[in-house]
Structure formats: structure tokens, C-alpha cells
């Protein structure tokens, strides 16, 4: 099936250290969400967008839909050691995507003190 | 805001013995509901999807099934686990129908031995 692109694919940064993910697709999205999950549990919605250009903030994370809507990026600014997940974003494909969504295979972020 | 349990949090079973996992929500109506599994921390798997009562997607061929018996109850089953049944399942619901953005429950950790 679709597949999104997402990188890096782990990251271990200093605290403090500002941190940028990327999800690419062939296919154009109507919506990108990113997600974080903490181990042992499910994921957590951080950020939706629903609008080509959009870019909405979270406190320290910010994210961005894409021009062409096949991409999305991810930012946390001065990173804490809270950070540390799996960050996934994911979409909805404009054409035919019906109601389910396509998820990228995850940035693993380590924040070392 | 909705709200998702998933019941039992673990859960350890023999090969060959049947399984039932359940997840309910609350705070919505009439939401679509999904199954996802995720193997080692890492890629969600759609399962199985449903817009409605007794509407089911199966996305996956595999010795699983899903049923949703009440507009907010879907439930997990196979009649004989397999050693790769093993794995975090997921349940998501969006907070109304036709919407795309999913909400997570705290996952069920299932391992078959």
C-alpha cells in the first residue's frame, strides 16, 4: 500500500538542540497529522493541518503543510529530555483515500542530556 | 473530548488458544473506529476499519476479525492465535464520521507463545 517517506528515520540530539523531521509522498494529502508515542503506549495527537501552506504551532513544535501537498515537516525548538519518542506523521491521500489514513515508519528522537 | 479504553492493557496466551480484545468510546457518536497493530515500536498496520454498526473493512487477510456490535464497542478476535499475532494493537477513532483525524487508545501489548 501507500507508504510515506518520513526521516530521519532516529535522531539523538543535546538538549536544547532545535530538531527538523520531514514526511514526503508521491501522492497528494488533504491532511497531515503528526503523532508522538511514548513506549508502552498509544500515540498522541500533536498537530493537525488541513490546509495547503498552513503552518500551526504546539508550544515548542511547529508544523507545516506543504505547497504541493505531498510533504510535511515537523520542528521542536529547544529540545528536553520529555521529547524522547517515536514521532509519526500521517495523511489522508486526496484521491481515494476514503477514510483511512497513511502512516510514515517513524523518527525515533533521543535527547541526551 | 472523546475518550478510548482498550481492555486488557497485556495479555499472554498459547498458540492455538482464541482471543478477544475490546475497545469502547466515549465523548463520541457514531465515529469510525480502527484497528491497527504495531510491530516492535516501529509502523502501524491497519487492521481493520468501520464506519458503522456491523460495517467492516478488513484490510489485512489474516486470522483475525473484528466486529462492532454497539456504535462505540469494537472488538478484536481470532479463534486460533499464531506466534506472529504477537504484537501492540492499537484501537483509533475519529470524533465523528467522515472526519480524518484519529484519536489513539492506550494499546493492548499481546504475546503469544
Known amino acids: 500500500g501507500q507508504q510515506l517517506n518520513q526521516s530521519p528515520q532516529s535522531m539523538f540530539i543535546q538538549e536544547g538542540e532545535d530538531v527538523s523531521m520531514n514526511c514526503t509522498s508521491s501522492s497528494i494529502f488533504n491532511t497531515w497529522l503528526w503523532y508522538k508515542q511514548e513506549p508502552g503506549e498509544g500515540p498522541v495527537l500533536l498537530i493537525a493541518l488541513y490546509k495547503a501552506g498552513e503552518l500551526t504551532s504546539n508550544g515548542r513544535l511547529t508544523a507545516q503543510f506543504g505547497i504541493t501537498r505531498k510533504d510535511s515537516f515537523l520542528n521542536i525548538s529547544a529540545s528536553i529530555p520529555s521529547d524522547v519518542g517515536i514521532y509519526f506523521c500521517a495523511g489522508r491521500i486526496l484521491t481515494g483515500g476514503g477514510n483511512k489514513l497513511t502512516f510514515g515508519t517513524g523518527t525515533q528522537l533521543k535527547v541526551e542530556l | 473530548s472523546q475518550t478510548i479504553h482498550q481492555w486488557p492493557a497485556t495479555l499472554v496466551q498459547p498458540v492455538g488458544s482464541p482471543l478477544s480484545l475490546e475497545c469502547t468510546v466515549e465523548g463520541t457518536s457514531n465515529p469510525n473506529l480502527y484497528w491497527y497493530r504495531q510491530a516492535a515500536g516501529r509502523g502501524l498496520q491497519l487492521l481493520f476499519y468501520?464506519?458503522?454498526?456491523?460495517?467492516i473493512s478488513s484490510e489485512v487477510p489474516q486470522n483475525l476479525s473484528a466486529s462492532r456490535p454497539q456504535d462505540r464497542q469494537f472488538i478484536l478476535s481470532s479463534k486460533k492465535l499464531l506466534l506472529s499475532d504477537s504484537g501492540f494493537y492499537l484501537c483509533?477513532?475519529?470524533?465523528?464520521?467522515?472526519?480524518?483525524?484519529?484519536?489513539f487508545g492506550p494499546g493492548t501489548r499481546l504475546l503469544v507463545l
Open positions: 483509533a477513532c475519529t470524533r465523528l464520521a467522515g472526519q480524518e483525524t484519529q484519536y
Open positions: 468501520s464506519v458503522g454498526i456491523g460495517q
